[in-house]
């Protein structure tokens, strides 16, 4: 078990998502470029379970907003050091990620995110 992840969870408005979904997937890419072994993002659909706190709860979501939960998955830590140094540095994310941030139609607020990096600690995907 060598992989590393780093995983994730936000929210964005639910009329926003087509469009959070277009950059994603260009965002995606360019972490590919850097390293990532695979990139995942996926919508909230069923958030409850009786006993116990949701994402949405946690992060403060409205009616309003849908809940991403992702990961990137990376052959090592240090792979994964390396893409976290240069790919806020790619000039492709800032005309990727500027429509996301505008003050007047923001789609994501990183101060919402909850983030995390991850070592293996049971897998049994083979």
């Known amino acids: 078990m060598k ?8 929210p964005i408005p639910k009329i926003y ?3 959070y979904k277009k950059v994603a997937e260009h965002v995606a890419k360019i972490w590919k470029e850097y390293g990532a072994i695979a990139y995942f993002e996926y919508v909230g659909d069923d958030l409850t379970l009786e006993g116990t ?7 403060g ?3 309003d907003e849908v809940i991403i939960f992702g990961w990137v998955i990376f052959p090592s830590k240090y792979v994964r050091d390396m893409a976290n140094k ?7 994310m800032a005309e990727l990620v500027a429509p996301l941030v505008n003050p ?10 909850v983030y995390g990096g991850f070592k293996p600690l049971v897998d ?3």
């Open 86 to 92: 240069k790919v806020p540095l790619d000039p492709r």
């Open 124 to 126: 049994l995907s083979e």
């Open 3 to 10: 992989n590393y992840i780093d995983g994730f969870v936000h």
């Open 61 to 63: 979501a409205t009616k």
């Open 104 to 113: 007047k139609q923001l789609i994501f607020d990183a101060s919402r995110m």
């Open 53 to 59: 706190k949701s994402f949405a709860e946690t992060i």
């Open 17 to 19: 998502l087509k469009e």
